[in-house]
């Protein structure tokens, strides 16, 4: 039978020093992708990626435009091997990372577009400033009604992620998430970590945000994608561009629903998941979110392991 092929793109967190150095240095393909990000951002993000520091790429508004031209490298030769995708899912940044893959954004465009949602997500962070956390060992249910009852007045904090059952990133005001985080180990959690983030992200804190991106996205060229790509606010899959600019926005402030995204995915027949770009966050989610998922993804950020995948026949 043969593989009905989805592609997973990575979001934040999956960013490293070196990251897409040795496809660019095996793969012409590759190595134009990060040229033409140079070009089109007017400095050497490929540098950046190779060489650090960590500090810097770390930074919101460098790591979100190193993470779409990894997974665009990627793309690139995975495309001209012949890898022909159903469906695609990116999380958060990720959802980005999908659409130009599949044809929507332009890649200059989707490069300069992510560089600006990541400095709109840290100045509007630094106006208001939010914080998050990872809590482990409870149900999604259990999660939002703890943040509806840490939440008061103006200080808020709401379910940020569901990444996988039993997976939830808690986002909003840093008070509010105090006091969440207290209540969550109270209701049984098995653990809750605060996260190194600049913002709080996915939340009604970024509220602010979403006028500059909409700003942004209404003079860029957007076209209907070559395959669906499942939409982190609804879980569904999205083919109208009208409706992908309008989640798109929507996303700054709304819950990333994965859990749900990768359920929707397996709905649509995929038989094997592809993680295109660095690490493997995404692929080690799939056991967890359905045992029917479990060994079907595929982890393509180096050649090493593109070149693996495609001779066994991917």
Same mark, same amino acid.
Request: aromatic share 4%; net charge negative; proline share 8%.
């Given at each position: 039978m043969e593989e009905r092929i989805g592609l997973l793109f990575?979001?934040? #967190?999956?960013q490293a020093v070196g990251m897409g150095k040795e496809l660019a240095e095996r793969y012409p393909e590759a190595r134009e992708a990060f040229e033409e990000a140079d070009d089109a951002l007017g400095f050497s993000l490929s540098r950046l990626c190779w060489e650090g520091p960590e500090d810097e790429l770390t930074r919101t508004?460098?790591?979100?435009?190193?993470?779409?031209?990894?997974?665009? @490298?990627?793309?690139?030769?995975?495309?001209?091997a012949g890898v022909e995708p159903v469906v695609a899912a990116g999380h958060s940044l990720g959802e980005f990372s999908a659409y130009m893959a599949a044809g929507s954004l332009g890649f200059a465009d989707a490069v300069r577009t992510v560089r600006l949602r #990541?400095?709109?997500?840290?100045?509007? #962070?630094? @106006?208001?400033? #939010? =914080?998050? @956390?990872a809590v482990l060992g409870l149900d999604d249910d259990v999660v939002?009604?703890?943040?509806?009852?840490?939440?008061?007045?103006?200080?808020v904090v709401v379910a940020a992620n569901f990444n996988s059952p039993g997976q939830v990133v808690v986002s909003g005001d840093v008070d509010a998430v105090e006091r969440a985080s207290a209540l969550l180990v109270s209701a049984g959690a098995k653990k809750v970590t605060g996260l190194n983030v600049s913002g709080a992200f996915h939340s009604p804190l970024m509220a602010p945000a979403e006028e500059g991106l909409r700003a942004h996205l209404d003079g860029v060229g957007f076209g209907a994608p070559a395959f669906?790509?499942?939409s982190n606010v609804t879980a569904s899959p999205v083919t109208d561009p009208a409706e992908a600019k309008l989640l798109l926005v929507?996303?700054? =402030?709304?819950t990333v629903r994965w859990t749900d995204s990768v359920r929707t995915m397996l709905q649509l027949g995929v038989t094997r998941f592809l993680e295109?770009?660095?690490?493997k966050v995404l692929t080690g989610m799939l056991k967890r979110i359905d045992r029917a998922a479990e060994g079907r993804g595929v982890p393509?950020? =180096?050649?090493?392991?593109?070149?693996a995948y495609l001779q066994q026949g991917g």
């Open positions: 990575p979001g934040q #967190g999956s508004r460098n790591a979100q435009p190193a993470l779409l031209v990894h997974s665009a @490298a990627a793309w690139r030769v995975l495309k001209k #990541g400095e709109l997500m840290y100045e509007f #962070g630094q @106006a208001r400033p #939010g =914080t998050m @956390a939002v009604g703890v943040c509806n009852e840490a939440s008061a007045g103006d200080s669906p790509v499942i929507q996303q700054l =402030t709304s295109v770009g660095p690490g393509l950020g =180096t050649p090493d392991a593109i070149e």
